[in-house]
Each structure stands twice: as C-alpha cells, then as structure tokens.
C-alpha cells in the first residue's frame, strides 16, 4: 500500500521561509517522478515543481528561483524548500507520486501552508 505523508506546513509571514517534505513508502522511488501541487482557495490544483527519478526538475513560472525541488532515494522522501513566501502562496500543497513500473499515481493529503502578509 503506498503512502505519501506531508510535513513541514504552517503559517508564515510574507518573506519567511518553509520546508515540505513528503515521505513516501510503498513505492519504488528511485522509479518515481515526483511532483508538489497546490491548491487556494476557490482555485484549481496546480503544479508547483516536479522532479524526475533522474532528477530533473522543473517549476511554475510563479516559484521559479524562490522554491527548489529535491530528493533523497536512500530516505524515500522528497522535499520543498520555499524562500520568500508571497501570501499568494497560500494553498494546501500536495504531494505526487507517478510510479514508473506499472503506471500508476498516487497524492498525500496534503499540508497547510499559510502566509500572511
């Protein structure tokens, strides 16, 4: 059964700075494109940042040069580092799995993440 559990979420003023990490078990990471989506308020989810099992990487126009993407295999686990926080930040950020061998996604539940201005 795979699992994904996100930590690190929490209220922040604007400019301050966060760390998602989402641990992952039942999954063959190191065959796992990995990926951080948001979701606002009265708003569609959204791609953030995603990282291939190679590790390329790749983010919205909007976090570019202030969230980075990262990975450690050897812990099953994938992070979000979140610099300068804009209160338009704000969402619920999940974290995503797609499996390589066999096709399959799976999400986490999610972790609140609130900026004020």
């Known amino acids: 059964q795979v699992q994904l559990v996100e930590s690190g979420g929490g209220l922040v003023q604007a400019g301050g700075s966060l760390r998602l990490s989402c641990a992952a078990s039942?999954?063959?990471?190191?065959?796992?494109?990995m990926a951080w989506y948001r979701q606002a308020p009265g708003k569609q989810r959204e791609l953030v940042a995603a990282?291939?099992?190679?590790?390329?990487?790749n983010y919205a126009d909007s976090v570019k040069e202030r969230f980075t993407i990262s990975r450690d295999n050897a812990k099953n686990t994938v992070y979000l580092q979140m610099n300068s926080l804009k209160p338009e930040d704000t969402a619920v950020y999940y974290c995503h799995a797609y499996q390589l061998l066999g096709g399959r996604d799976y999400w986490g539940k999610g972790t609140l993440v609130t900026v004020s201005s």
């Open positions: 990282s291939t099992n190679a590790g390329t990487t």
């Open positions: 039942g999954l063959i990471f190191s065959f796992a494109n």
